[in-house]
Structure formats: C-alpha cells, structure tokens
C-alpha cells in the first residue's frame, strides 16, 4: 500500500526552523521526483522545492531559495524539508508529492504556521 506521511510542522516565530520529513511506503523514493508542495487559505498550490534523479538535482521556488533545503534519504526512504528563517507568509499546509511518468501520490498535508 503506497503511503505518504508528513511530520514536523507546527508553530513557529519568524525566524525561526522547521524541518519536515515526509516518510513513503510502497514505493521507492529515490525512483520518483519528490516535491513539497504548499497551500496557504485563499491561495492555489504552489510547488516549494523538487529532488529527483540518481543525483538528488533539486530546484526551488523564489520565494524560498537560500531559506529552504529539500534533501532525500535513500536508506529511510523518506525526504525532508529544512525550513530556516520562516516568514508569516511562508504560512500553509504543506503536501508531499511523488510523481513518476504514470504516476502521482499525495500525503495529507502538514500545517505550518509562523506568527509572532
């Protein structure tokens, strides 16, 4: 059974980190593009950072290049998301999101709020 759950959001100040992990069973990680995805209330989804291929190639949006690492863990089969210097608009519910050519899985999605 292909599963995607997503852990380490929650409250934080701006400024401050979070680092969510987003653990896949049924599938191997390393075989799919991974990406996080967001969606704050009132606004469509947006992709936040992608890894794929044997090399872990990564790309992020604007908005968070230099603040935000996306990394994959081959031997746990999961991948994370370091989230430092957070700004309230970086407030959302964040998705993990595996995609290969005929295929797309979704986790449930993680709150992530930054207020002071």
């Known amino acids: 059974q292909v599963q995607l759950v997503e852990s380490g959001g929650g409250w934080v100040q701006p400024g401050g980190s979070l680092r969510l992990s987003c653990a896949a069973s049924?599938?191997?990680?390393?075989?799919?593009?991974m990406r996080w995805y967001r969606q704050a209330p009132g606004k469509e989804r947006e992709k936040v950072a992608g890894?794929?291929?044997?090399?872990?190639?990564?790309n992020y949006a604007d908005s968070v290049k230099d603040r935000f690492t996306i990394a994959r863990d081959n031997t746990k089969n999961l991948v994370t998301l370091q989230m430092n210097s957070l700004k309230p608009e970086d407030t959302a519910v964040y998705y993990c999101?595996?995609?290969?050519?005929?295929?797309?899985?979704w986790g449930q999605g993680i709150q992530v709020s930054v207020s002071s």
């Open positions: 890894i794929f291929g044997v090399r872990g190639s990564t």
């Open positions: 049924g599938f191997t990680v390393s075989t799919y593009a």
């Open positions: 999101n595996a995609q290969n050519w005929e295929t797309e899985y």
